[in-house]
């Protein structure tokens, strides 16, 4: 199947800092890219979706001034948390999907990022 | 707006039994539903994927069906064992390319 990563798998920081996550597809162009968020027990909640060349389309109450989403290429998504709260502490999720890769309109999951604001 | 349901949330069985897993869904204008599997802190890994056309998908010991019309999916998983053990997510994608989840079932097999 289609490879996503992201990177990196975790990361601790300070309250107030900033933390970009990637998320890539190694071996398909992804014409499209979903950022999810998750909780501890809770299931995956979209964010936003993401399509290369375009601003990102957030889901009703995700901040986009607090989550920037820039996807530049058909390989590269990054998610940008500003001035991260100790509250923005989640399990950062990406997904990949593409038209040419599936045409079951598939989505294909990177790993996850761990972030922990302190 | 589309919400699904797993039922039950949480599941133990004995080693070797054979254990169904409930989604449900309340818009049937689907373009297709795909059974995760999710390790504690790990990403998700696509077990099935079964388009609005299609009823059921089988892969090895896991058979997922599909009912669109009353909104409903079941994955069965045939033989367990403890490798099983997981966090199995449904999630149903509309023609618009949006993904919802399920809540999840929580199961444990017990050796």
């Known amino acids: 199947g289609a490879v996503v990563s992201q990177h990196p798998s975790w990361v601790i920081c300070k309250s107030g800092t900033s933390v970009k996550i990637e998320c890539r597809s190694l071996?398909?162009?992804?014409?499209?890219m979903f950022w999810y968020r998750q909780f501890p027990k809770q299931s995956l909640m979209l964010m936003a979706t993401s399509n290369e060349g375009s601003k990102a389309t957030y889901e009703q109450g995700v901040e986009k001034d607090k989550f920037l989403i820039n996807h530049a290429s058909l390989t590269l998504s990054t998610l940008t948390v500003t001035s991260a709260h100790p509250e923005d502490s989640s399990f950062y999720i990406c997904?990949?999907?593409?038209?040419?890769?599936?045409?079951?309109?598939?989505?294909?999951f990177g790993p996850g990022t761990r972030l922990t604001v302190l | 707006k589309q919400e699904v349901t797993q039922i039950p949330a949480a599941l133990s069985v004995p080693e070797g039994e054979n254990l169904v897993l409930n989604c449900s869904f309340t818009d049937s204008a689907i373009y297709n539903l795909q059974w995760f599997r999710q390790d504690p802190g790990k990403g998700l890994t696509s077990l099935l994927l079964?388009?609005?056309?299609?009823r059921e998908q089988t892969s090895g010991r896991l058979n997922a069906s599909l009912d669109k019309s009353s909104g409903r999916s079941t994955l069965y998983i045939a033989a367990s064992q403890p490798g099983d053990s997981a966090t199995y997510l449904c999630?149903?994608?509309?023609?618009?390319?949006?993904?919802?989840f399920g809540t999840g079932t929580s199961l444990t097999v017990i050796p």
């Open positions: 079964i388009q609005s056309s299609q």
């Open positions: 999630a149903v994608s509309d023609t618009g390319n949006q993904f919802y």
């Open positions: 997904s990949a999907s593409s038209w040419d890769r599936s045409s079951y309109n598939e989505q294909f």
């Open positions: 071996d398909f162009q992804a014409t499209t």
